[in-house]
């Protein structure tokens, strides 16, 4: 797997929060209303002058302020100290006014761990770019109520309401084509371009550019919707719970259960893409090679193969936008140079991703390389199936269980039945983006200091059986590695593969293949060799640029910049924001992530099209610094640091909706 990752990507060490150790001990009897309105009336005479110090001044010393899109139209994050300079940069002209506490949620005083606490104040306000809105958390600082973490962003562009809701379309009496026969002719694009090329799914951004009245194509190889679920192993599943992936416009069913099944999702995604009109060409893929862009239309032409009743169409079009909905992490299956032996061997050699599951394979002796969650699932599957399994790990792997780890993947209770109830699960998004992504890793390391106390016997039996497990980067567990990686951590649950590897049902070696042997032998790194049938590479993707490259060409692959990964702010590089292509978005993530970026996509390209937008605030030196982050580097058990937290820390009191998961 190739992912380009910045060089400052993860240490949190620089990251103070307001514990009562540090001095902020929230008061017993707190009128968050109160705190909220005083917030507000002071939030609006900063944001409604010309000097930033103002609103500097409402911060911590040690607050920051996150914006996406609001101010910046890009995703940014300043402290403190840089604050009055970008004030002066882009807020004046936003025109700021009416400034109000909004009451969805009302303002409350949350306190997710014992020395830890604030005022989470949510609110509203007009500028020059629409209706936007915001979170802040406020603590006590000497007496005085004082921002801990500001954020803004857009609800509504001016002159651009969504079709949804209240604006729905209105719909049509008696009319004189039949509606599947209208929609046969809306996907064809027989008379017009679309507006924007989607490669691949991408079926909530879609959806999100149709409630802007665009017309968007996706493009897609598969034969039917949904099939790059359904083609996966049978045992797959979402790792993620089900409040936090409902799709635009269409969540979920009450009744469907907390971890939902790969074919589940698969026929839901049609079904979604037929609810929403979306037009796909399927069996369909882009011609890289005739992909140009030109500078002065701010378009680009782009080739179109599609396969019709057998036949491959070939179809011009011209597009103001393309979008890549590409996966996680891009590319194609990523298989590592051959290795002495391989081309001859006499045994099967695949990648997780073309191995549909472990039917016909009693008896076999297999050997899965990797040890995360693909590597996991794959093995559960074929020791159900009765084969003999060995898993390599070649580094060590984050483990958690389902049970210890629901509040964090819950997002603090975030996303659960608890708060579905209470609020849209927009609104569940926008508290969880109201945390800077540091901040967000530095409450996590309070997590994984729990999950490793809660999970001892878990982890103790793992090293037993001889599988090497770690706290992650700076001791954050699964977040960082998911935000740096998209992968190397594994969640289990009863009778999964970290039992089974407990029982000596998963075989485990450690290091890698030197080379393969006749007779379906096998070497490994410390010159021991054994029998095996089928070889399985559970190592990942190749990465974007390689998409870019069959997408739009290897000169625009040139261009890409780096993607995945956090930047010196903290911020996701390359994702949903501007990637060194121009009129081109990646759209990557699961499912809980696409819901909020798809929006987001969608109304830059909108703002970008009717030339309203205006470029992103670029980064430029500050009197002081803003953030700074330390390489995180996959360690062993032998090099890796203690957690910079309390053992004692424990998880979250009650459901406190802190956005980690």
């Not at 809306?186 to 691949?200: K, Q, S, T, Y």
């Not at 060409?281 to 005739?290: C, I, N």
């Not at 095996?532 to 625009?556: C, H, I």
């Not at 992530?593 to 980064?619: C, F, H, L």
Request: a negative charge; hydrophobic letters at 40%.
């Amino acid at each position: 797997m190739t992912v380009t990752t910045s060089p400052d990507t993860s240490n949190t060490a620089h990251i103070v929060l307001p514990t009562t150790t540090a001095g902020f001990a929230l008061p017993k009897d707190v009128d968050a209303a109160a705190v909220a309105s005083a917030l507000v009336e002071k939030l609006g005479t900063a944001l409604s002058s010309s000097d930033g110090r103002a609103l500097a001044d409402l911060l911590l010393p040690t607050g920051y302020w996150r914006d996406v899109l609001a101010f910046t139209r890009d995703y940014r994050c300043f402290s403190r100290p840089a604050i009055t300079t970008v004030f002066g940069d882009i807020v004046p002209e936003q025109q700021i006014r009416n400034v109000k506490v909004s009451d969805l949620p009302p303002p409350e005083v949350q306190t997710p761990y014992p020395d830890l606490g604030w005022v989470k104040v949510h609110f509203t306000f007009d500028a020059v770019v629409g209706r936007c809105g915001g979170v802040a958390r406020l603590v006590l600082d000497n007496g005085e109520w004082k921002v801990w973490t500001l954020f803004t962003t857009i609800d509504e562009m001016a002159g651009h309401i969504q079709k949804f809701g209240y604006h729905r379309p209105y719909g049509e009496h008696n009319a004189m084509e039949p509606h599947d026969e209208k929609r046969a002719r809306e996907r064809e694009f027989a008379d017009h371009d679309p507006d924007v090329l989607i490669r691949h799914n991408g079926l909530a951004l879609a959806a999100q550019m149709k409630a802007y009245g665009l017309h968007p194509l996706i493009v897609d190889r598969q034969s039917r919707i949904g099939d790059n679920w359904r083609k996966r192993y049978a045992s797959l599943s979402l790792h993620d719970l089900l409040h936090g992936n409902h799709l635009p416009f269409m969540p979920f069913p009450t009744n469907w259960p907390l971890f939902i099944p790969a074919g589940k999702v698969a026929n839901w995604l049609e079904s979604y893409a037929e609810a929403m009109d979306l037009d796909i060409w399927l069996e369909s893929t882009v011609d890289g090679s005739k992909s140009r862009y030109d500078e002065a239309t701010k378009s680009w032409t782009m080739s179109v193969l599609r396969t019709v009743d057998g036949q491959i169409i070939e179809r011009t079009i011209n597009v103001s936008h393309v979008v890549l909905a590409t996966g996680l992490i891009g590319g194609k299956a990523y298989m590592p140079p051959p290795l002495p032996g391989q081309a001859d061997w006499e045994g099967e050699i695949k990648h997780t991703s073309q191995h549909a599951g472990g039917k016909g394979l009693d008896g076999k002796r297999v050997l899965v390389i990797g040890s995360s969650t693909s590597a996991h699932d794959v093995s559960v599957d074929l020791v159900k199936h009765h084969a003999e399994v060995t898993m390599l790990q070649r580094s060590p792997t984050f483990v958690m269980s389902f049970k210890s780890g629901l509040p964090i993947l819950s997002g603090g209770g975030l996303y659960s039945q608890a708060m579905a109830e209470r609020f849209p699960v927009e609104v569940a998004d926008r508290i969880a983006d109201g945390f800077p992504r540091l901040v967000t890793r530095a409450l996590a390391k309070r997590g994984t200091a729990y999950l490793e106390q809660a999970d001892a016997e878990l982890l103790s039996g793992l090293k037993k059986a001889g599988f090497k497990t770690w706290s992650g980067p700076d001791g954050t567990g699964f977040m960082t590695l998911a935000q740096e990686k998209g992968g190397g951590f594994y969640f289990t649950s009863p009778g999964g593969g970290s039992d089974l590897i407990i029982r000596g049902a998963i075989s485990v070696r450690s290091g890698e293949v030197s080379a393969f042997l006749p007779d379906k032998r096998v070497r490994f790194s410390d010159g021991s060799e054994d029998q095996f049938d089928l070889v399985l590479f559970a190592t990942g993707y190749t990465g974007f640029k390689e998409t870019v490259t069959e997408t739009l060409g290897p000169k625009a692959a040139e261009k890409l910049g780096n993607v995945w990964g956090l930047d010196a702010e903290g911020e996701m590089q390359g994702i949903a924001r501007y990637a060194g292509i121009p009129h081109v978005y990646l759209a990557v993530g699961n499912f809980m992530s696409s819901r909020s970026m798809s929006k987001n996509i969608a109304m830059q390209i909108v703002g970008q099209r009717d030339e309203t937008w205006g470029e992103p605030y670029k980064p430029r030196d500050y009197a002081e610094p803003t953030l700074h982050m330390k390489s995180a580097k996959t360690q062993d058990d032998k090099e890796r640091p203690p957690p910079e937290v309390s053992r004692s820390a424990k998880p979250l009191s009650r459901a406190m909706d802190l956005g980690t998961a």
